[in-house]
């Protein structure tokens, strides 16, 4: 059965941040840090995103196992928070996902997002995807991200 995807709205947000909860618990491992900002966001935090963000769902049989938001500033489509519940992961949704996102702003001439140094799973995902590694940022002792950016090809 394929996960359907759809705009998510503020009535998801409980089921969004329950299954962020989840869905982060393997990089709060990784690194040792417990503390991590998708671990500590509030319901009222995320209410607040979703009036600044698109946020797209996947789900499963009425269950949401999947989600990412993301946001536009006239030129960069700034992609976070892709999630996927462990027992769906590598069965596509993650992708879907992510082109997904990529085509609600299909305008953006570029886009880009992070994910920590180490989550070599998801690095692996996004340079398959197109997107190329930019930067590294040390966040904490323990943590250090990577942004990675695609860019749209230029019309000839």
């Known amino acids: 059965m394929d996960a359907m995807i759809t705009r998510a709205s503020i009535n998801d947000a409980r089921a969004i941040l329950d ?4 869905a982060y618990q393997s ?9 991590i900002p998708p671990l500590t966001e509030s ?33 960069t489509c700034t992609v976070g928070r892709l999630i996927v519940h462990p027992r ?18 299909a305008e953006a001439e570029r886009f880009e997002l992070f ?14 995807l197109g997107y190329r590694i930019l930067r590294k940022e040390v966040l904490s002792p323990r943590v250090t991200v990577v ?9 000839a």
């Open 27 to 35: 990089e709060a491992r990784l690194y040792g840090d417990w503390s």
């Open 147 to 155: 942004f990675m950016e695609k860019r749209k090809p230029k019309a």
């Open 88 to 105: 769906h992961q590598r069965s596509g949704i993650g992708t879907a996902l992510l082109q997904a996102i990529e085509t609600c702003f």
């Open 43 to 75: 319901l009222e935090d995320l209410r607040i995103e979703f009036s600044r963000k698109v946020f797209l769902k996947a789900t499963l049989g009425g269950l949401i196992v999947g989600s990412v938001r993301g946001s536009f500033d006239g030129c």
């Open 19 to 22: 299954l962020q909860k989840i």
């Open 115 to 128: 994910t920590g140094e180490q989550s070599e799973g998801n690095i692996r995902l996004y340079t398959a």
